[in-house]
């Protein structure tokens, strides 16, 4: 199971708590995992990738084990911790202002 970590945004549109799990088959990458829980809360789409491109929303960070991975490529295998459900997957939304 990976665990996810949702900001208090989606969270409240999903109806959810903090952390959800979810089933992924074959490796855990980004895209595999933002797949699945948009598979399985159909309310998120759009809302943490773009709908065409399935580019990451701008004010919407990934992180995994201490690290920014909001770069890395959507195909990139996640760290053994993620994909064995010992650390969440977080997305964060960012805060902005001056």
């Known amino acids: 199971m990976i665990r996810v970590r949702l900001p208090h945004h ?7 708590g ?4 979810l089933e992924i088959e074959g490796p855990v990458t980004h895209r595999a995992i ?3 829980l948009e598979a399985r809360y ?9 709908h065409t491109t399935h580019e990451r929303r701008p004010f919407l960070r990934f992180f995994a084990c201490n690290e920014d991975l909001s770069f890395e490529s959507p195909d990139a295998a996640l760290p053994n911790p993620v994909a ?3 650390e969440p997957y977080i997305i964060l ?3 902005a202002g001056g």
Not at 18 to 21: H, L, N
Not at 42 to 50: K, M, S
């Open 10 to 16: 989606l969270r409240n549109l999903a109806g959810v």
């Open 18 to 21: 903090p952390e959800v799990t």
């Open 34 to 36: 933002l797949d699945a």
């Open 42 to 50: 159909p309310v998120l789409r759009g809302t943490i990738r773009d």
């Open 84 to 86: 064995t459900g010992a």
């Open 93 to 95: 939304g960012a805060i």
